[in-house]
């Protein structure tokens, strides 16, 4: 694919810092919302972001530079000359339906058109096309310019051209493309899931406080605690996506009753004040535990001292069931995790570490008490009867 013009369409949250990803790796771009208010605030976010970077070492004039080659509008006819279009609308599936037939109508047939969905099918969503094969998953992480991750997911029509030119581009973009094959949440949101949850069964079970498994996971490998994430992202957003796995990959996935709780109390974090923290409303900064937390349930004024290791059993449980379906190369997995969540370790790594056979009798042990949550992954099995000491 030779790149002119790149394409976003949709300025909001992550179309503005996509779009200063690709100028950022000195393409023109044109971005592309319904309106000249939606623009307005995608361009008034870009600038914001810009700022930030000048203010941690980009010289000015390069800001100028890579600002001047972001271009606005609101006529779908002003991006038909792009080589790639990159979708990133809300997460509704009739505004993906709108958005994506109308790209196929006005691009050149050749365009790829990428798509930025977090969960959607993506084989679903090229048949919004008459393109299918050049439609493709091109999933990048929160905020777009700072994050080195791109999954790029193939749907079941899309040709491996499309696959490889898409990979360059994100290489173009200095990312780190992983190809990732189609799977409710994709690879690191998937594995990402079971480890946010484990941790609400922690706290559940009583095996220790918020802060007390914030800080261990912190001490483990993980830049931010699972509560202070939770808070930053959003409850009822986190709810969302627990239902959905939960949806998509059943009883493994059981949504913690104490999210449920959270939400229905409107307790949904830092945009509520409220959350697993309490924010000060002025600076928004946290203020203390909720201090109403220990009520909702049961075991919350236990004293116990959580071992961080227990929340990653599931992830990498779920790591060894992903390599197994094929989701992604053995090779992609930890790069993929550690540029995506900011772990220092990945959980093949982590399991490595902690030794594939005792990873096993412990997943073990707690199948027998728990249940679903830790049934272990055959391929773990596999490479415990093996006598293999890590996986790559
Ligand atoms: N927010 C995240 O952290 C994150 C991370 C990865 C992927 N995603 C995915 O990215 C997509 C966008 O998420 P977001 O958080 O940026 O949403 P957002 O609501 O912040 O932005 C969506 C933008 O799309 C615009 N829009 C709506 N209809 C349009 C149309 N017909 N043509 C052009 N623009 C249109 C809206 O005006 C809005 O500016 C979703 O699919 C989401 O799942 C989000």
Redesign the pocket.
């Given at each position: 694919m030779t790149l002119n013009t790149v394409a976003v369409?949709?300025?909001?949250?992550?179309?503005?810092s996509i779009a200063l990803a690709v100028a950022m790796s000195e393409l023109p771009v044109v971005l592309?919302?319904?309106?000249s208010k939606?623009v307005d605030?995608?361009i008034e976010r870009i600038e914001r972001m810009i700022a930030s970077l000048v203010r941690k070492g980009l010289s000015e004039e390069v800001a100028k530079k890579r600002r001047a080659l972001i271009k606005t509008t609101?006529d779908v006819k002003d991006i038909a000359h792009a080589s790639i279009a990159i979708?990133?609308?809300?997460?509704k599936l009739p505004?993906?339906e709108?958005?994506l037939s109308?790209l196929d109508a006005h691009l050149n047939p050749d365009a790829i058109i990428a798509?930025?969905?977090?969960?959607?099918p993506i084989s679903q969503l090229a048949r919004f096309t008459k393109r299918p094969h050049k439609v493709v998953g091109l999933?990048?992480?929160?905020p777009?310019h700072l994050m080195k991750l791109v999954e790029v997911i193939p749907g079941l029509d899309t040709d491996e051209a499309t696959v490889v030119a898409v990979m360059d581009f994100a290489r173009h973009l200095g990312k780190l493309p992983v190809r990732v094959e189609e799977c409710a949440s994709f690879l690191v949101n998937r594995l990402l899931g079971r480890y946010m949850n484990e941790s609400l069964f922690c706290l559940q079970e009583g095996l220790g406080q918020v802060e007390d498994i914030d800080r261990a996971v912190c001490d483990y490998v993980m830049p931010v605690g699972p509560f202070t994430l939770r808070d930053m992202?959003g409850l009822d957003i986190g709810l969302a996506v627990a239902r959905f796995n939960f949806q998509e990959y059943g009883d493994r996935f059981a949504v913690p009753d104490i999210l449920e709780t959270m939400v229905a109390k409107n307790w949904l974090g830092q945009k509520s004040g409220r959350g697993f923290y309490i924010y000060d409303p002025e600076t928004k900064k946290k203020a203390g535990i909720n201090p109403d937390l220990a009520a909702v349930f049961k075991a919350g004024n236990s004293n116990g001292t959580i071992q961080a290791q227990r929340l990653f059993l599931p992830m990498i449980n779920e790591a060894f069931l992903a390599l197994q379906e094929r989701i992604c190369k053995p090779e992609d997995l930890d790069p993929a995790l550690k540029a995506g969540l900011g772990m220092r370790k990945g959980p093949l790594e982590l399991a490595a570490d902690m030794g594939l056979d005792n990873c096993l009798g412990q997943l073990e042990e707690l199948f027998a008490k728990h249940g679903e949550r830790f049934r272990p992954a055959p391929l773990l099995k596999r490479h415990v009867f093996a006598g293999h000491k890590k996986v790559i």
């Open positions: 369409v949709g300025a909001g949250t992550m179309g503005s592309k919302d319904v309106d939606a605030n995608g609101t979708e990133v609308v809300p997460e505004i993906k709108a958005v109308e798509t930025n969905t977090s969960s959607l999933h990048f992480f929160n777009a992202n």
